[in-house]
C-alpha cells in the first residue's frame, strides 16, 4: 500500500516553463513534507519542504503547494531552466509523533528542453 | 565538508557472499538510515537508528543487519548476497529536530550475481 504516490513517472517543459509536479499522500498522520531532486549517479539532495501548519512555502524559482483536505502537494518551478532536469521524490514524515522516517513517492522524471 | 560519506561506489558480489557498506557522517546528527532505490519503487527505508546503540527496522528489512556502534557511523551488512538485492544503496542522516531535512551520501550501486 503506496503513502505516497507520485502518478507522473515523467514529464516534459520547455526552458522558461512552468513545472508542476504532483505527489498525493495516504497517511493522515504525515505533518511535514519535502521534496528531494535527484542527478544520476548522485544522492537525492533536498529542495525544499512544508510544514502541516502551512499551506505554501517559497524558495526562489522553487515553491511547494498544500492541500491536506485532499491530501495533495505540488511543486511548482518558475522558470523552468535546462539544469532543473532530475528525477523529483516527494517525502513525506510524521514528526509529531517522533517518527522521522521518511517515505518516499516514486520519483517524477523532469526533462527541460532548451 | 564530506557531509555523508559511503563506500564503496559499486560493488559487484556472488550470491551467498556478504559484505558490509559503509556509511560515516561529520555532521554529528543523531538519526542515521540506509534507503534502496530500485526502478519504478522510489526509496525504501531497510534500517534506521536514532542514536548510538539504537537501531530498527523500516520497510525492507529482510537480508540487512544493523549496528551503531559510534554517532559517525551506520554500516550496513549483507549476510547472504541474493540477486533481488541488487539495487542502489542510500545512506542519510539527519539531526533529531523537529522539521529537518535528511542529508543523503551519493550512493553504492550493488550487483549481485
Known amino acids: 500500500d503506496q503513502q505516497v504516490k507520485q502518478n507522473s513517472p515523467s514529464l516534459s517543459v520547455q526552458e522558461g516553463r512552468i513545472s508542476i509536479l504532483n505527489c498525493d499522500y495516504t497517511?493522515?498522520?504525515?505533518?511535514?513534507f519535502l521534496w528531494y531532486k535527484k542527478y544520476p549517479a548522485e544522492g537525492p539532495t533536498f529542495l525544499i519542504s512544508?510544514?502541516?501548519?502551512?499551506d505554501k512555502n517559497e524558495d526562489g524559482r522553487f515553491t511547494v503547494f498544500l492541500n491536506k483536505s485532499a491530501k495533495h502537494l505540488s511543486l511548482h518551478i518558475v522558470p523552468s531552466q535546462p539544469g532543473d532536469s532530475a528525477v523529483y521524490f516527494c517525502?513525506?514524515?510524521?514528526?509529531?509523533?517522533?517518527?522521522?522516517?521518511?517515505?518516499f513517492g516514486k520519483g517524477t522524471l523532469l526533462t527541460v528542453n532548451p | 565538508n564530506a557531509g555523508v560519506t559511503q563506500t564503496p561506489k559499486f560493488q559487484v558480489l556472488k550470491t551467498g557472499q556478504s559484505m558490509t557498506l559503509q556509511c560515516a557522517q561529520d555532521m554529528n546528527h543523531e538519526y542515521m538510515s540506509w534507503y534502496r532505490q530500485d526502478p519504478g519503487m522510489g526509496l525504501r527505508l531497510i534500517h534506521y537508528s536514532v542514536g548510538a546503540g539504537i537501531t530498527d527496522q523500516g520497510e525492507v528489512p529482510n537480508g540487512y543487519n544493523v549496528s551503531r556502534s559510534t554517532t559517525e557511523d551506520f554500516p550496513l551488512r549483507l549476510l547472504s548476497a541474493a540477486p533481488s538485492q541488487t539495487s542502489v544503496y542510500f545512506c542519510?542522516?539527519?539531526?533529531?529536530?523537529?522539521?529537518?531535512?535528511?542529508?543523503f551520501g551519493q550512493g553504492t550501486r550493488l550487483t549481485v550475481v
Open positions: 542519510a542522516s539527519s539531526p533529531l529536530a523537529m522539521n529537518t531535512e535528511a542529508f
Open positions: 497517511n493522515s498522520m504525515f505533518d511535514y
Open positions: 517525502a513525506a514524515s510524521r514528526v509529531g509523533g517522533s517518527n522521522y522516517k521518511l517515505t
Open positions: 512544508i510544514s502541516s501548519i502551512k
